[in-house]
């Protein structure tokens, strides 16, 4: 068997504070150096990684005194599938578009169109490319996600301290998170507050979307007129709880679509945007407020629309 060949042998890990609420994906990544992403993720959809001995899936988080096993993965296996590395021009990108960064965490403007992580169909996301700028950082993960075609703030710690006191923020809603959303039509001023389960479903192409169903997980969100326009309204949404897709079907829900979005959004309303250029999803994280994580200083950070999106709204006041 020539050098190339030869497999590691099966690897045991415990779990340890170090690793605690860590997706077991980015675990794999950091353990198997150099194997492609799309080995790790079908290593694991196979069922050959196992936490005490039963199959996950990827974004399953560790807990202190988890079991992991590690299977042999060949050297010759990783090299025939090498994964894309990220392109270096959206890379790059990405350090210009820091907002604030200490020793404990980084918040960044993400720019619609990138993942935040990669995963099946998606060679890198926005964690990953960070990995990549910053390979002497021992540790970089995401507090928080955003959609694909969603801008704005978005939290990556340094530290797993830093993480674990920014995740019991969130889970004891003690971060505010208000993003901008321009939707259909004129938003009445006496809907203030949107509550309607949300229920995650696979429809029968395999899209997966969220409907509102009285079975689904109660989800509320803020809204808070702007500015208006002929046709539009531009809103402050601040959701309350964090569930999958919960502003664009808020306000679907509401009957104020958000501007090109392709699974929740209007044809009519969408192609009068496209004529006046949008070519995006028209929702953008701008500002957050949360404590940090160290010092205990209230902070807020923020960050401007992306230049698409001022020019849309300057185009909408001439209208």
Same mark, same amino acid.
């Given at each position: 068997? =020539?050098?190339?060949?030869?497999?590691?042998?099966?690897?045991?890990?415990?779990?340890?504070?170090?690793?605690? *609420?860590?997706?077991?994906?980015?675990?794999?990544?950091?353990?198997?150096?150099?194997?492609?992403? =799309?080995?790790?993720?079908?290593?694991?959809?196979?069922?050959?990684?196992?936490?005490?001995?039963?199959?996950?899936?990827?974004?399953?988080?560790?807990?202190?005194?988890?079991?992991?096993?590690?299977?042999?993965?060949?050297?010759?296996?990783?090299?025939?599938?090498?994964?894309?590395?990220?392109?270096?021009?959206?890379? =790059?990108?990405?350090?210009?578009?820091?907002?604030?960064?200490?020793?404990?965490?980084?918040?960044?403007?993400?720019?619609?169109?990138?993942?935040?992580?990669?995963?099946?169909?998606?060679?890198?996301?926005?964690?990953?490319?960070?990995? *990549?700028?910053?390979?002497?950082?021992?540790?970089?993960?995401?507090?928080?996600?955003?959609?694909?075609?969603?801008?704005?703030?978005?939290?990556?710690?340094?530290?797993?301290?830093?993480?674990?006191?920014?995740?019991?923020?969130?889970?004891?809603?003690?971060?505010?998170?208000?993003?901008?959303?321009?939707?259909?039509?004129?938003?009445?001023?006496?809907?203030?507050?949107?509550?309607?389960?949300?229920?995650?479903?696979?429809?029968? *192409?395999?899209?997966?979307?969220?409907?509102?169903?009285?079975?689904?997980?109660?989800?509320?969100?803020?809204?808070?007129?702007?500015?208006?326009?002929?046709?539009?309204?531009?809103?402050?949404?601040?959701?309350?709880?964090?569930?999958?897709?919960?502003?664009?079907?808020?306000?679907?829900?509401?009957?104020?679509?958000?501007?090109?979005?392709?699974?929740?959004?209007?044809?009519?309303?969408?192609?009068?945007?496209?004529?006046?250029?949008?070519?995006?999803?028209?929702?953008?994280?701008?500002?957050?407020?949360?404590?940090?994580?160290?010092?205990?200083?209230?902070?807020?950070?923020? =960050?401007?629309?992306?230049?698409?999106?001022?020019?849309?709204?300057?185009?909408?006041?001439?209208?």
């Amino acid at each position: 068997m =020539s050098k190339q060949e030869l497999a590691v042998k099966v690897q045991l890990v415990e779990i340890d504070e170090d690793n605690l *609420s860590q997706r077991i994906d980015n675990f794999l990544m950091t353990k198997l150096k150099g194997v492609p992403k =799309s080995m790790i993720y079908r290593i694991v959809r196979k069922g050959e990684v196992r936490v005490n001995k039963k199959r996950i899936k990827p974004e399953y988080k560790l807990q202190i005194g988890d079991i992991v096993r590690i299977p042999p993965v060949r050297v010759s296996e990783a090299s025939d599938d090498r994964a894309p590395s990220p392109k270096l021009s959206r890379v =790059s990108q990405l350090e210009n578009r820091i907002v604030y960064e200490d020793k404990h965490l980084i918040a960044l403007n993400k720019p619609s169109g990138i993942a935040v992580h990669g995963g099946s169909g998606v060679d890198y996301g926005v964690i990953e490319a960070m990995r *990549s700028l910053r390979p002497q950082q021992k540790f970089l993960e995401l507090v928080h996600r955003l959609d694909k075609e969603t801008s704005g703030i978005l939290l990556i710690a340094k530290k797993r301290s830093a993480l674990k006191n920014l995740h019991d923020q969130l889970r004891y809603k003690k971060m505010q998170k208000d993003y901008l959303a321009l939707v259909r039509g004129e938003w009445q001023k006496n809907v203030k507050q949107v509550n309607a389960p949300l229920l995650k479903m696979t429809l029968k *192409s395999g899209e997966r979307i969220v409907r509102v169903n009285a079975e689904g997980k109660a989800s509320q969100t803020r809204f808070k007129i702007v500015q208006k326009f002929q046709g539009a309204t531009l809103v402050k949404a601040s959701p309350l709880t964090g569930r999958t897709h919960q502003i664009r079907v808020h306000c679907q829900h509401a009957g104020h679509p958000i501007a090109c979005d392709e699974k929740y959004s209007e044809q009519k309303f969408d192609d009068s945007m496209r004529a006046q250029g949008l070519r995006r999803l028209f929702l953008h994280a701008e500002q957050l407020q949360f404590t940090h994580p160290d010092t205990e200083e209230r902070m807020t950070v923020r =960050s401007e629309p992306d230049e698409e999106l001022v020019n849309l709204l300057n185009a909408l006041k001439k209208v």
